[in-house]
């Protein structure tokens, strides 16, 4: 008797990191949810990691909601002696942006959830990047997560002895390379914010592969830590009109 093995395409969503920037992929991830883009797995950069964890607990919602009434003060402030001694601030304290995660992410939705998901961070003591899948977090999940969107200049978080910073300090790109090794076919990569020559490399790289795509904001985006519910409006519609521009033959 003859077995055959049906082999599905699976698709990996990676979304980068940027700061402020990060509300254009809100706009990105709507657009994939009312056209039924089927997404199997999402890895995720600094703000790229919370907009992937909104998404994959069935919160994107909850997640654009904070955008669209953002400001500095939900994310940092300058008084950095009054932190959870997890935190290690630098110039500036990212508390309120940690209290937000404790209060919307659930480790349990994200653990339970169809979708693989995965978050880039850097570890500053051993100097070097380090990818987790969500099984690896448990326990920690949150934790990760404000690791890899700690922007440089809001110090560091300690895990089990070790401090981590922002993974966009290594790359916002490197997770779409990944792809491969845990099995997908299919890239789709949202990089807000390319700022350094060796993500420029990774994306040449990436655009000469025909089960990639890249979407990339068509119009300017802020500073990363000029956070503003106006912008981020404008940059959620920016990313969905861009999405359908890349998306609407996507098969």
């Known amino acids: 008797m003859l077995f055959f093995t049906i082999i599905f395409p699976k ?12 509300a254009y992929e809100i706009g990105v991830l709507k657009y994939i949810i ?30 654009e909601e904070l955008w669209k ?19 290690k601030p630098f110039i500036f304290d990212p508390s309120p942006l940690y209290t937000f995660l404790n209060t919307i992410i659930s480790e349990e939705l994200i653990l339970n959830s169809r979708y693989d998901y995965g978050i880039l961070t850097f ?10 899948r969500k099984n690896e977090m448990k326990g920690r999940m949150v934790d990760y997560i404000f690791a890899s969107a700690s922007y440089p200049l809001f110090g560091a978080i ?22 491969e090794k845990y099995g997908y076919d299919k890239v789709i990569g949202v990089f807000p914010v390319i700022d350094n020559p060796t993500d420029w490399l990774l994306i040449t790289f990436l655009l000469t592969k025909k089960n990639v795509i890249i979407i990339r904001p068509s119009d300017s985006v ?11 409006k404008k940059l959620i519609d920016l990313g969905y009109k861009d999405s359908e521009n890349k998306l609407k033959r996507w098969k």
């Open 11 to 22: 698709t990996l969503l990676v979304l980068g990191g940027g700061g402020a920037a990060g």
């Open 34 to 63: 009312e056209n039924n883009i089927k997404i199997d797995g999402i890895y995720g950069v600094s703000a790229g990691a919370l907009n992937g964890a909104g998404f994959v607990m069935g919160k994107l919602d909850k997640v």
């Open 69 to 87: 009434n953002i400001s500095s003060e939900d994310v940092f402030d300058l008084d950095i002696n009054d932190h959870s001694k997890k935190l």
């Open 123 to 132: 570890n500053i003591t051993d100097f070097k990047p380090v990818f987790v």
């Open 158 to 179: 300690e895990i089990e002895g070790k401090k981590y910073t922002d993974g966009g300090v290594f790359s916002n790109v490197y997770p779409a390379l990944l792809a």
């Open 222 to 232: 802020p500073f990363p830590l000029n956070f503003s519910g106006e912008y981020s």
